[in-house]
Structure formats: structure tokens, C-alpha cells
């Protein structure tokens, strides 16, 4: 299935490194114009060094999602840029595991400020202009843990399941309006978040999953493209897991 993107302005959330690169790739190479943002500026600098170098259509532009105030000038800078945006990829996320009876308010804070707020604060900014074009799609990234839960992720699934709660709500909201929003629940991928999980874990996470490896981050783009393409005009308020059929 060839997709092209051409005339498409594509923004991802935390597409200095990992995931939200490659999705961010994914598109720049099906000819779209890509807007990276991150709060890193190290992830985003090497990320905006390979766009240069593969002479991508592309902004590169610092954003942290939890701030209102940036998330506002970041969409105000891509539409008086680009004077539209189609696809917006919520992806930015991050983890702070520990059992519940350890975790410090700080910890879940960060974690639902970053991964629910944030998506929030983004597809608010953004709805007005996809209403107005009465054209867009918006891909929110959950996690396999936001349906089955994690022990040492209370927070981090309570954010992911917030997410897929709010797509759902959203979709509703938006589908008069042309728009669709939907979410990708990734499993087990094999990305720096990860890399940090002990080998015996990630033994167990293995033993979980049918088709017997952890995922990657094309794997995840993959779904991201087809959900933004027109194939999937028709789709809208759905969870597609990535996971190897780790759940089923
Ligand atoms: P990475 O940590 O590799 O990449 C996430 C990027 O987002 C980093 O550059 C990170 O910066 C950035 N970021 C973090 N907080 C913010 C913020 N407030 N504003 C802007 N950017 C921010 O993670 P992955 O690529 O693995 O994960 C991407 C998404 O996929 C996340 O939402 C994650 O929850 C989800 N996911 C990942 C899975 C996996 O197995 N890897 C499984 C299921 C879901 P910094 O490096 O400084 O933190």
C-alpha cells in the first residue's frame, strides 16, 4: 500500500527521538511537510541535522507540551507558516514507574500533565483550525497499558487509559466537522523509554507477546500513515493496538 502526503502538513509531539521521529520520517518521506517538536532541544537538534541532511520539507519548533502558553504559539506558528495542518500526531509521553505505595505526587503529576494534559492542551489548539478546514485527523498515541493496566504504572496507565477516554469523547465531538480522531495503543517497542527496562523484564514482556519480538517504531508508523491516509476516511473513535498480539 503506497501512501503519498504531498501538500499535507503533518505536526508530531515529541518527535526528537524515537517513535514520534520515525512517524515524523514516515511522513517527510511520503512527501508531506513535517513540523518535528520536542521539549528536548538536543533530540529535537539531531532530529532537525537528518531532516536537513535528507532534504525533508520541514519546521523544526521547541514546544513543551504541559505549557499552555507554548502549545498556543506552536499551532499559531504552523498555520500562519503553512496556512493549514492536516495530521496532528499527540505523541509526546514519558514514564515515572514505581508501586503505587511509593509513588510521589510529583511523579504522577508529571506523568498525567505530560500524557493526558498535553494531548489535551494540543487538540484544543488545534480544533479550531481542523473545524475550520472541516478536514483533519488527529492520532493520539495510548498504550496497551492504558487497557490492561501495569503493576509499577498506576500513573502512567491512568494517563494512557485518560487518553483513550478523551479520543473517544473527541471523535464524537469532531465528526460532524470532517474530522477523526483516533488512537494507536503500541505493546512492548523497542525504543529508548524501553531500553532502560531490566533484561529480566523484558524476558517477561517477550514471553507475552504471539509473535515472539518487541515491536519498532516503524512498526507503530505504519498504523500512524494509514490512519492519516485517506484508506481510513471512515474510522474514527478507534484504539488500534500495535503489540504483536500481546492483547487480544
Ligand atoms: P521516547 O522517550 O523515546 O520519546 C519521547 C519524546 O518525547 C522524547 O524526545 C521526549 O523528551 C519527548 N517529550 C517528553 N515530554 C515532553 C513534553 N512535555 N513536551 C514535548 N516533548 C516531550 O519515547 P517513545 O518513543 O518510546 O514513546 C513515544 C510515545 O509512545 C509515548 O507517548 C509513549 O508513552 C508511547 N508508547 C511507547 C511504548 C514503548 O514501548 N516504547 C509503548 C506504548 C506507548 P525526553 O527524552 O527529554 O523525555
Request: hydrophobic letters at 45%; charged letters at 20%; a neutral charge.
Amino acid at each position: 500500500m503506497e501512501m503519498t502526503f504531498l501538500d499535507k502538513v503533518v505536526l508530531v509531539t515529541g518527535s526528537g527521538r524515537g517513535i514520534g521521529r520515525t512517524i515524523a520520517e514516515s511522513f517527510a518521506e511520503r512527501g508531506a511537510s513535517v513540523v518535528l517538536s520536542d521539549y528536548n532541544s538536543e533530540s529535537l537538534a539531531n532530529a532537525k541535522q537528518v531532516f536537513q541532511e535528507k532534504n525533508y520539507r520541514f519546521l523544526a519548533l521547541p514546544c513543551d507540551v504541559t505549557q499552555e502558553d507554548q502549545v498556543n504559539r506552536l499551532i499559531e506558528q504552523i498555520v500562519s507558516t503553512y496556512d493549514h495542518l492536516d495530521i496532528v500526531i499527540n505523541n509526546a509521553g514519558i514514564t515515572r514507574d514505581t508501586l503505587l505505595m511509593r509513588m510521589k505526587t510529583e511523579q504522577w503529576d508529571a506523568v498525567i500533565n505530560t500524557n493526558l494534559k498535553g494531548v489535551f492542551l494540543v487538540t484544543k489548539a488545534v480544533s479550531k483550525q481542523l473545524i475550520k478546514q472541516r478536514l483533519g485527523k488527529i492520532i493520539n498515541v495510548s498504550s496497551v497499558i492504558g487497557i490492561i493496566g501495569n503493576t509499577g504504572q498506576s500513573n502512567y496507565a491512568a494517563s494512557k487509559a485518560g487518553v483513550i477516554g478523551f479520543t473517544k469523547s473527541v471523535a464524537r465531538e469532531l465528526a460532524s466537522r470532517n474530522v477523526t480522531v483516533n488512537a494507536i495503543a503500541p505493546g512492548y517497542i523497542a525504543t529508548e523509554m524501553t531500553h532502560v527496562l531490566d533484561e529480566k523484564a523484558k524476558e517477561v514482556l517477550l514471553t507475552a507477546i504471539p509473535l515472539k519480538r518487541a515491536g519498532n517504531s516503524q512498526d507503530v508508523a505504519n498504523v500512524a500513515l494509514f490512519l492519516a491516509s485517506p484508506f481510513a476516511d471512515y474510522i474514527t473513535g478507534q484504539v488500534i493496538r500495535v503489540d504483536g498480539g500481546m492483547v487480544m
